[in-house]
């Protein structure tokens, strides 16, 4: 094979199925409804229009073989006959057909499995490829890609079965080898990638590079068709995509095969691979980025608040480990009245709240919160503090006292980092001079 017409050139396949051809030294005519917008090397370009058959014919003209990507169209079936009719005219002999996967496992009257058949039963050395959903629908504009990229989600209609998805870049090459070297005629070839996820899996993929979670949402067909319908799609195309939900459900969609490398003599891409060369278009931007950041870092501030109330209620009924549970293990306390005197790790400030709780009748203190304010990094309370001082000078039976006391915390990674207590020291003796 040494003249080749691909139909479809600038989709997802097509114009990788014309770069492999290049490389393999065909002679290749690159067909679309608007040859100048594609960017194409080493190929010519042609007109090629489903709904106009008059462009037919000089896209056809003189090649050997075909890839055929079927057309979007209610006669789907009629224009395919019409189409391989044409291909026989030309006296081309070889064509590659993209279908889908399970498509066979479909009834004789279902459009995909009728165009199959049409294929079948033409006079050419015809070649079926069934592959596996794309990799490149994750961050397709119309399929996947806004949902992953800006709402941070990933919905499907699984039932919890698998799918083994395939770079689009590796059935281009399965089509290219076949067309120029033959190989695998009047055989439909299954084509998957090297792993079968299921939907939490694919979601952990797309988290461990996305910068932050992917949460892969299972979608009943009874939703998954009421929200197509929400969104106006036709019932044609509504039953279209709920068979291929069944496809998956069925686990139709879980078989690795080994295709692609009996084919081509080399492995097929790895979604993790795919994913990491399309970070930048799995991670948020723009507005969603903003509010997504805005989200996180008030989730933060919460998280801080919560973890400051927690630490407090810890101090004030002498719950030591609890409270050290909440410092990081390089933590530095300070009591600001002496700046010079810091506590540094868990150890050494455990014992400094020992002593100083030991200060309180039953290490008890009673806290009211006055002000408590919470950054993604910092909180700073104020607190008035009442106990019963039994400390040095203290009577017999101790003596109620109340001060106020402003801790300014920094936070990091869930634990405090750094302490800061702001307080009269003088308050005790106050109260016992009082008492006295």
Request: net charge negative; glycine share 8%.
């Amino acid at each position: 094979m040494s003249r080749i017409l691909v139909i479809g050139a600038s989709g997802k396949t097509g114009r990788h199925v014309v770069a492999g051809l290049v490389s393999r030294g065909a002679t290749v005519r690159a067909a679309s409804r608007n040859p100048e917008q594609l960017d194409v090397t080493g190929a010519d370009t042609e007109r090629f229009d489903w709904h106009d058959e008059s462009t037919w014919g000089p896209a056809l003209d003189g090649v050997d073989g075909v890839y055929l990507v079927k057309p979007e169209s209610a006669d789907v079936v009629k224009v395919v006959g019409r189409f391989l009719d044409a291909v026989k005219a030309v006296r081309a002999t070889r064509l590659v057909f993209l279908s889908e996967c399970a498509a066979q496992t479909r009834p004789g009257d279902v459009t995909e499995r009728q165009v199959e058949l049409a294929v079948e039963s033409s006079d050419l050395e015809w070649t079926i490829l069934r592959p596996s959903w794309f990799m490149q629908d994750i961050v397709d504009e119309y399929f996947f890609g806004p949902m992953v990229r800006d709402d941070r989600i990933i919905v499907m209609t699984t039932g919890g079965s698998a799918t083994a998805w395939i770079d689009a870049r590796d059935i281009a090459e399965v089509a290219a080898e076949v067309l120029v070297n033959g190989g695998a005629a009047g055989q439909a070839l299954d084509l998957t990638g090297p792993d079968a996820l299921t939907l939490d899996q694919l979601a952990e993929r797309i988290t461990a590079v996305a910068d932050s979670p992917v949460t892969g949402v299972e979608e009943s067909l009874r939703e998954a068709e009421t929200r197509m319908r929400a969104d106006g799609l036709d019932e044609g195309f509504v039953a279209y995509m709920t068979r291929i939900a069944e496809s998956i459900i069925a686990g139709e969609t879980a078989t690795v095969t080994g295709e692609v490398e009996r084919v081509t003599g080399r492995p097929p891409r790895d979604i993790d691979a795919f994913l990491a060369e399309q970070a930048g278009q799995l991670r948020p931007s723009g507005k969603a980025r903003a509010e997504m950041d805005a989200e996180q870092t008030l989730q933060r501030a919460r998280d801080n608040e919560a973890l400051f109330r927690r630490l407090i209620s810890a101090w004030a009924r002498t719950d030591l480990d609890d409270l050290i549970d909440c410092f990081a293990d390089d933590m530095v306390y300070t009591d600001m009245p002496f700046p010079g005197e810091p506590v540094r790790g868990k150890a050494a400030f455990r014992e400094h709240v020992k002593r100083y709780n030991a200060l309180f009748a039953d290490g008890q203190v009673e806290v009211e919160f006055v002000t408590l304010v919470a950054t993604s990094t910092n909180v700073v309370g104020e607190l008035l503090c009442r106990a019963r001082y039994v400390g040095p000078g203290a009577p017999e039976g101790g003596v109620p006292v109340r001060w106020y006391a402003t801790l300014v915390d920094t936070v990091m990674d869930g634990r405090v980092v750094s302490e800061h207590v702001y307080f009269d020291p003088t308050a005790f003796d106050k109260a016992v001079a009082r008492a006295a």
